[in-house]
C-alpha cells in the first residue's frame, strides 16, 4: 500500500477514457495478504488510507480489522465481536494533524455508537475504545434539541476529525462532536429535514457528498438538501426519465422496477441509480435542472449580497470597486488601460475552472457548499458565486448550442442493462464520476464481476473476479477500483496497459514503486523511455536511474523462465548489436550527467553514485556475454566495442585515477611518477618469464605491470604479459604439470575448461594433445562427436605409422594405370607427415593430425582416408561411396571388376551375407567414379552389355545410341533394352524408328527393320 499514492496519480494521469481504450485491463496486485486473514473477512470490505487498514463486517455482525502496513503486510488483525450494523473509518485526508492511530466509528447492535483506535505499529493491530455512546445518551441529546422522537433508526454519514453527521428515523440530521477525554458528547448543529410527509417511511438509501444530502425514496425521488443548515436544495423526479428517453429515442423506453441505491459524482455533476431489476440509470444533474428549472428549489440573487470590500483597502480604490464588480449583476472592468485589458485577457485565458466547464453548475446558487467534516475548508467550486450574471447566462447559451448539434451529450437520462443471461444476484455502484460509472455485480457460481460504464460511448467493460474475491470500497475523489484476491489487495486498471501504466508511474511516481509492483506481480521489466531516465537525473533520483538500467537488462539477460544456456541461440548478434546500438542514447545521457555533475563540489556525491550504477550496468553486460557466449562474432564484437568505450570514458572519472596499488609503497620516483612495488627486490634476481609466472599465480599482476614499466619491458601491456602467461601454461603442459597450469590460466581470468578444450583440439604436439585427452576424460568434458574424433585420429595415427604395414602388399597396378614409381611418391609426400624417422626426436612429437581438422571430417572423408591402410577383406564394412571413389581414384582395374561382377550377380541369387563387398547402386557409379574418362567408359560399357545403364543416359536417347554403339550397335542377337521404356511409355524399337524418321535415316531404317524381319511401309 506503500505504491497506493503513486499508482492512483499513474492512473488518473492520461485524461479521460477512450472509446479504444475500453478493451483494456490490468489487474495488479498492491499488497500480499495471507489466506487464512482472507478467509475471516466478509462478503465485501472498507479501505482506509494512511496508514492502510481493511474493515470488514461478516455474517455473523463481528468486525474483521487487517493491518496493511509495510511491517505487518496482512498479518496483523484483530476482531471486534460486537455485534454491528455499520462502521465508517474516519476521513483524515484534509485533516491538520495526521495521526498514526487509525479510528472508526462503528454502529452497534443497539445503536451503541463506539470509536476504535488502531495501533498498527510493528505489525500489530491493537484496539482500543477511545469513546462509546450508547442508546439512551443519544436519544437523550436528541430531546435536548427539542426534537420529540423514539430512536428507530440510524445511518453514520460522515467521521471526520471527532466530528460525525448522522441520520435519524430517516429523517432527523444530528451533528455531533466527540471529545478528546472524559468529557460529554457536545451537539453541533440538530434539525429536521423537511421532506414530505408520505417520504419519510419510502427512503431506502442516502450519500453525502461535499456537505450535500441526497435522498433516495422508492417513490421514485432524489431529496437534495443542505446539511449546513437543513435547506431544501432541489429535488429529482426519477418518473420523467420514461417520458425523456421516449422522447429523445421515439420508442417505448425499457421497463425499469423500483430503485434500490443511488451514488453520485465527486463533482455532483452527475447521479446514478441502480434499480431492482439490474439495471442502472445515469443522471446529469446539471442538464435536468436546466430542462426542469422548477425542481432546483434554492436561488440566490446576487445584487442582494452585502457589499463589502477587502480589509485594509481604501472604498474609492480601484481594487475596492474591481472586488465589489463580482458581486454586481453584470460585469464592468473598472481599469480600461491597456496593461490592465491584457492582463484580464491572460487571467481569462488561465482560468481553468471558466476553460473546463462550458456552464455553471447546478449548485451555484448553495451558500454554504462546503464539507462539514473538513472543518471549514471551503471546496473549490465556491468561486463560482463570484461570477457574474451575464458571463452564466452566455455560458448557457453556448452549451444549449453545443448539445443541439450531438445528441448523445445532451442527453441527461442513460441507462444500463445487465443481460438477462447473466442475472446478478447484487448490482452496486462503487463510484461515478463525469465520464464513468464503476459496478460491481455477483452472479450464482461465478462470483463478482467488475464492470466499467463509458457513459458517453455507453459502452461497457467488465472483468471477472472469480469465487474467491471480495470487493472493497475505498473513500475518495479518484475512481480507483480495489478487491482483494486469493493474493492480496489488488487494484483494477481500466484503459491502460502494463507498460502503459508503469511508464506514467515512472513519471508521476518513482523507480522504488516501480521496482515493487514488477515484483510482486511477476511482471518482466519494461523498455522505461528516455525521458523518464532526463527526468530522474534532472531530479537526482538515483533509484530512478537504477530501474532504468535494469529495465534494459532484459534486452541482453534470458528471462528466469528460460535456461541460460539457450539465451543466444535464440538471440542473434544482429539483434544484440541493434540494442546495443538503442542504448547509445541513455548512455550518452549518463555520460554526460556524470561530466557536468563531477565538476560540481555540491554534487559530487551524486557524480560518484552515478557512475557506480553505470559502470556496474556496463560491466554486467559485458560478463553475461562472455559467459554465455564461447567466440564473438563481428556483430557482437562491435556491440562489446561500443560498451567498451564508454567503460574506458568512465573510469576516467573514479576515485584517484589511475589507482593506487594494494601493495605499493607510497613513495614516487621523480623520473617515472610510478609507485614501486614491495615485491621488486626479489622479482629483479629472476627472469622475466619468472617474474610473469611468479606474478599470475599470487594475483600480482597490476604489480607486475608496474615492475615491467619501470624497466621499460613491453610486458606492462597487459596484451603483451597475458601473452607470456598462455606461453608459460603452455610450457607448463609440456611438462604435464596440470596443476601450475590451470592455476595459471585461472588468474588471467580465463575459463579453465575451455581453454584446456581448445589447447587439446588446436595443439600438433602430440604428448601435450594425448595428456589432454587423458585428463580432459577423467572429468568427462569431451562429447559424444569429439569421443569419436579422437578415436578415428588415433586410428590414422596407428594405420600410417606402419605397425601392420607388413600385412599389406601394395596392389599391382597394369602399367597403362599409374607408374609404380609414382605410386611410392605420392605415398611418401603423406607419410613425411604422419610418419616420423625414429631417429628425429623432433618429427616424433610435431608431426601429428590435429584433433581441430578431424572435428570437422565428415564420414565420407574418414573413410577415404582409413581406405588405403587398410586390407581388401575389409573393404565390405566401409560405404560403397567412399570405396568406389577410392578404387576409381587409384584406376584400380582388378577389383573393380571384381565388384562389378558381384553386382551383376548379386540381384539373382547371392545373398547380402554373402558378399565381400558393399552394395553397389547405378547412383554411386554415377556420382562418385573419380577415374578418368578411358577407364570411365569401359566400366560403363561392361555394365551397359549386360543391360546396366545410368539414368542420365537413359534420359537422353542420342547418348543412350552410343553406348549401345560401344558394345555392338542396335543390330545383335541379343539387344540388352528389354526393360528400356521412355516416358511416354515407348519401348526401344518404337523410339529408334521415330528417331530415324525425326532425323530422315531412311536407309537405316530399313536395315534395322530387315533385320528384325518387320514389314513396314516407309511414307515417301
Not at 500500500?1 to 477512450?18: L, P
Not at 511491517?71 to 460486537?82: A, K, N
Not at 443548515?229 to 423506453?253: F, I, R, S, W
Not at 475512481?479 to 508521476?508: A, D, K, P, W, Y
Amino acid at each position: 500500500m506503500a505504491a497506493e499514492e503513486g499508482v492512483a496519480s499513474a492512473a488518473s494521469a492520461g485524461g479521460s477514457w477512450g472509446t479504444a481504450a475500453m478493451g483494456r485491463v490490468l489487474p495488479m496486485l498492491l499488497v500480499p495478504v495471507p489466506a487464512e486473514a482472507m478467509g475471516q473477512l466478509g462478503s465485501r470490505a472498507q479501505l482506509r488510507t494512511q496508514p492502510e487498514a481493511l474493515g470488514s463486517l461478516t455474517a455473523a455482525g463481528s468486525l474483521q480489522v487487517l493491518s496493511l502496513t509495510p511491517g505487518s503486510r496482512g498479518g496483523g488483525r484483530c476482531c471486534l465481536e460486537g455485534p454491528f450494523w455499520h462502521f465508517l473509518w474516519e476521513d483524515s485526508r484534509n485533516s491538520s494533524t495526521p495521526t498514526e492511530k487509525p479510528k472508526l466509528l462503528a454502529l452497534g447492535e443497539n445503536y451503541e455508537l463506539l470509536i476504535y483506535e488502531f495501533n498498527l505499529k510493528d505489525g500489530r493491530c491493537d484496539a482500543t475504545i477511545l469513546y462509546s455512546c450508547s442508546r439512551e445518551a443519544l436519544q437523550k441529546l436528541i430531546d435536548d434539541q427539542d426534537i420529540s422522537i423514539s430512536l428507530l433508526s440510524l445511518r453514520i454519514l460522515s467521521f471526520h476529525n471527532n466530528t460525525s453527521l448522522l441520520f435519524i428515523n430517516k429523517c432527523v440530521i444530528l451533528h455531533i462532536i466527540f471529545p478528546e477525554r472524559d468529557a460529554a458528547i457536545r451537539v453541533l448543529n440538530c434539525f429536521t429535514l423537511p421532506l414530505p410527509a408520505q417520504a419519510v417511511d419510502m427512503i431506502i438509501d442516502t450519500q453525502l457528498c461535499r456537505g450535500i444530502l441526497f435522498v433516495l425514496s422508492s417513490l421514485g425521488w432524489i431529496y437534495i438538501f443542505d446539511v449546513v443548515d437543513g435547506t431544501y436544495v432541489a429535488h429529482v423526479d426519477l418518473a420523467l426519465h420514461k417520458e425523456d428517453m421516449c422522447n429523445e429515442q421515439q420508442q417505448e423506453p425499457a421497463k425499469i422496477s423500483s430503485f434500490t441505491s443511488l451514488k453520485v459524482s465527486q463533482d455532483l455533476d452527475v447521479a446514478v441509480i441502480v434499480s431492482s431489476s439490474n439495471s442502472a440509470v445515469a443522471l446529469n444533474l446539471n442538464l435536468y435542472f436546466r430542462q426542469h428549472p422548477g425542481h432546483l428549489l434554492c436561488e440566490r440573487i446576487l445584487e442582494d449580497l452585502p457589499i463589502q470590500g477587502p480589509k485594509g483597502v481604501d472604498e474609492d480604490d480601484p481594487v475596492n470597486s474591481a472586488y465589489n464588480m463580482k458581486l454586481a449583476k453584470f460585469s464592468f472592468q473598472i481599469d480600461r488601460s491597456w496593461k490592465a485589458q491584457l492582463s484580464s485577457l491572460n487571467e481569462t485565458i488561465k482560468n481553468s475552472k471558466l476553460e473546463v466547464s462550458c456552464c455553471a453548475p447546478w449548485f451555484q446558487d448553495i451558500l454554504h457548499l462546503e464539507s462539514p467534516e473538513s472543518g471549514n475548508h471551503s471546496t473549490s467550486v465556491q468561486s463560482w458565486a463570484f461570477i457574474p450574471q451575464d458571463i452564466m447566462h452566455g455560458q448557457y447559451n453556448v452549451l444549449q448550442k453545443d448539445h443541439a448539434k450531438t445528441s448523445d451529450p445532451g442527453r441527461s437520462w442513460k441507462i444500463m442493462h445487465i443481460s438477462e443471461q447473466e442475472e446478478p444476484i447484487e448490482l452496486k455502484c462503487v463510484s461515478v464520476t463525469g465520464f464513468t460509472a464503476l459496478f460491481t455485480w455477483e452472479v450464482e457460481r461465478m462470483g463478482y464481476t467488475i464492470t466499467l460504464w463509458d457513459l458517453e460511448t455507453q459502452g461497457m467493460q467488465c472483468f471477472s473476479l472469480g469465487t474467491k474475491c471480495i470487493p472493497v470500497d475505498s473513500s475518495g475523489d479518484q475512481q480507483l477500483c480495489f478487491v482483494l484476491t486469493e493474493n492480496g489487495l489488488s487494484l483494477i486498471l481500466f484503459g491502460l496497459t502494463q507498460e502503459e501504466f508503469l511508464n506514467r508511474l515512472m513519471i508521476h511516481g518513482s523507480a522504488s514503486t516501480v521496482d515493487t509492483l514488477c515484483h510482486l506481480n511477476g511482471w518482466g521489466r519494461c523498455s522505461i523511455p528516455i525521458h523518464a531516465l532526463e527526468a530522474g537525473i534532472e531530479n537526482r533520483q538515483l533509484d530512478t536511474v537504477n530501474f532504468f538500467l535494469k529495465s534494459k537488462e532484459n534486452l541482453f539477460n534470458p528471462s528466469s523462465k528460460s535456461s541460460v544456456s539457450d539465451q543466444f541461440d535464440h538471440l542473434s548478434s544482429h539483434l544484440y548489436l541493434r540494442n546495443v546500438e538503442e542504448l547509445i542514447p541513455a548512455l550518452d545521457l549518463l555520460c554526460s550527467a556524470i561530466r557536468e555533475s563531477y565538476s560540481e563540489p555540491q554534487s559530487k556525491h551524486f557524480s560518484e553514485q552515478l557512475l557506480n550504477l553505470t559502470l556496474s550496468f556496463l560491466n554486467n553486460q559485458i560478463k553475461e556475454l562472455f559467459i554465455h557466449t564461447e567466440e564473438l562474432d563481428e556483430h557482437l564484437q562491435k556491440g562489446v566495442n561500443i560498451l567498451t568505450s564508454y567503460i574506458n570514458e568512465l573510469r576516467t572519472f573514479m576515485i584517484k585515477f589511475p589507482w593506487k596499488l594494494t601493495d605499493a609503497i607510497d613513495e614516487y620516483d621523480v623520473h617515472e611518477n610510478v609507485p614501486k612495488v614491495k615485491e621488486s627486490n626479489i622479482w629483479k634476481k629472476l627472469s622475466f618469464e619468472e617474474v610473469i609466472a611468479s606474478a599470475i599465480l599470487n594475483n600480482k599482476i597490476p604489480e607486475a605491470q608496474t615492475f615491467f614499466r619501470i624497466d621499460s619491458h613491453s610486458a606492462q601491456k597487459l596484451e603483451e604479459l597475458i601473452g607470456i602467461g598462455l606461453n608459460l601454461v603452455f610450457d607448463n603442459l609440456k611438462k604435464n604439470n596440470i596443476k601450475e597450469a590451470s592455476e595459471l590460466l585461472k588468474n588471467m581470468g580465463f575459463d579453465v575448461k575451455g581453454q584446456l578444450l581448445k589447447i587439446c583440439f588446436y595443439t600438433t604436439n602430440k604428448n601435450i594433445r594425448d595428456f589432454l585427452v587423458e585428463i580432459l576424460k577423467e572429468k568427462n568434458y569431451f562429447s559424444e562427436k569429439e569421443k569419436r574424433t579422437i578415436d578415428f585420429v588415433h586410428q590414422v595415427e596407428k594405420l600410417y605409422l606402419g605397425h601392420f604395414q607388413e600385412n599389406m602388399q601394395i596392389q599391382s597396378f597394369p602399367r597403362y594405370w599409374i607408374k609404380e614409381q609414382d605410386f611410392f611418391k605420392h605415398k611418401s609426400v603423406l607419410d613425411s607427415f604422419l610418419k616420423y624417422d625414429c631417429k628425429d626426436e623432433f618429427n616424433k612429437q610435431d608431426h601429428r593430425i590435429v584433433l581441430n581438422w578431424a572435428l570437422w571430417w565428415d564420414q565420407l572423408t574418414q573413410e577415404s582416408i582409413l581406405l588405403p591402410r587398410i586390407s581388401p577383406e575389409e573393404y565390405k564394412s566401409y560405404s560403397p561411396e567412399a570405396l568406389w571413389r577410392y578404387l576409381t581414384a587409384r584406376h584400380d582395374w582388378l577389383n573393380i571388376i571384381l565388384w562389378i561382377g558381384e553386382f551383376q550377380t548379386q540381384h539373382s541369387y547371392a545373398s547380402l551375407q554373402q558378399n565381400k563387398w558393399p552394395l553397389l547402386t547405378v547412383d554411386v557409379i554415377n556420382q562418385n567414379t573419380s577415374c578418368n574418362n578411358y577407364m570411365r567408359n569401359e566400366i560403363l560399357d561392361k555394365l551397359a552389355r549386360n543391360g546396366v545403364f545410368l539414368a542420365s543416359e537413359l534420359e537422353d536417347f542420342e547418348c543412350f545410341l552410343l553406348r549401345l554403339s560401344r558394345i555392338g550397335g542396335v543390330i545383335q542377337d541379343t539387344l540388352p533394352v528389354q526393360n528400356y521404356k521412355t516416358k511416354e511409355g515407348w519401348d526401344f524399337h518404337s523410339q529408334f524408328i521415330l528417331y530415324c524418321l525425326e532425323h530422315s535415316l531412311q536407309h537405316l531404317l530399313y536395315v534395322y527393320l530387315d533385320c528384325y524381319k518387320s514389314q513396314t511401309d516407309l511414307p515417301g
